[in-house]
């Protein structure tokens, strides 16, 4: 595997990536699912508007902060995304994979920081907006987080690809890595099925299209998280 030997800037540039994953999670704990109601869902897709105004005027002010909180964790997929990026590009001769990892970084940090505004935005005056406006509000928080399985998902991919592709030894990351990837897509793809379901397992406050690629998600963070770490330390293999 490619490894960062000789190079302390890079190392400590990793490291600061791979904490930018671990903050994102205790971030997410912290304003997702202590404060703001995300996770478990405080709302339910089956309910009428009326009762999200209710549930969501009890809870204003936790959800408020929370809301700030879940902007600040989602803002470090940014660093996260990079220093996959920048570990992928030192084992590429010519960039490709490195490039398109920096693009579904930047959209799966937009995709996710819009899922902080819709949730901040529902809280905003909901004694002001019409109740219809408040829910469409949480189903657009909940429809950005899982129905986007093409960006989160390819995002796994490019990761994967690179791995699988490289010569023994000269790998980004060690090949184990890519299978985990390929994993997380098939765990996202239920996110799909919220387009389908209003109640149940399969609507966005269901097991199966909501909490598998929701705990998925972060799993997979920590582990890329920690193989950045990994990465980050002087090994037998010299960089090229």
């Known amino acids: 595997m490619i490894n960062t030997t000789g190079d ?31 996770l478990p869902p405080l709302l339910n897709a089956s309910e009428p508007p009326a009762e999200f105004v209710r549930k969501v005027s009890e809870h204003l002010f936790e959800i408020r902060i929370g809301s700030v909180i ?24 010519n960039p490709v994979f ?10 799966g940090t937009m995709v996710a920081l819009l899922v902080a505004f819709a ?64 994993w997380a897509v098939v765990l996202f793809a239920p996110g799909q099925l919220v387009l389908f379901f209003k109640d149940g397992p399969f609507s966005w406050h ?8 929701f705990v998925a998600f972060f799993l997979w963070i920590l582990i890329m998280s920690i193989a950045m770490l990994q990465a980050a330390k002087p090994g037998d293999t010299e960089s090229a």
């Not at 879940?70 to 084992?91: C, D, E, K, V």
Request: glycine letters at 8%.
């Open 8 to 38: 302390e800037l890079f190392r400590k540039s990793m490291k600061f990536c791979a904490w930018s994953g671990f903050l994102a999670i205790v971030f997410f704990i912290i304003g997702g699912v202590f404060l703001g109601g995300m």
């Open 70 to 93: 879940l902007m600040l964790s989602f803002a470090l997929f940014g660093p996260f995304g990079a220093g996959i990026a920048a570990q992928t590009r030192r084992a590429e001769s």
């Open 98 to 107: 490195s490039y398109v990892q920096i693009v579904f970084t930047a959209c």
């Open 119 to 182: 949730w901040a935005l529902m809280v905003f005056r909901p004694d002001v907006y019409h109740p219809s406006l408040v829910q469409m509000f949480a189903d657009l928080a909940y429809f950005l987080a899982v129905f986007s399985v093409p960006v989160f998902g390819g995002w796994c991919v490019v990761i994967a690809l690179p791995i699988l592709f490289a010569e023994e030894g000269r790998e980004p990351f060690p090949r184990w890595v890519a299978y985990v990837n390929l």
């Open 206 to 213: 269901g097991i199966v299209a909501l909490w598998i690629p």
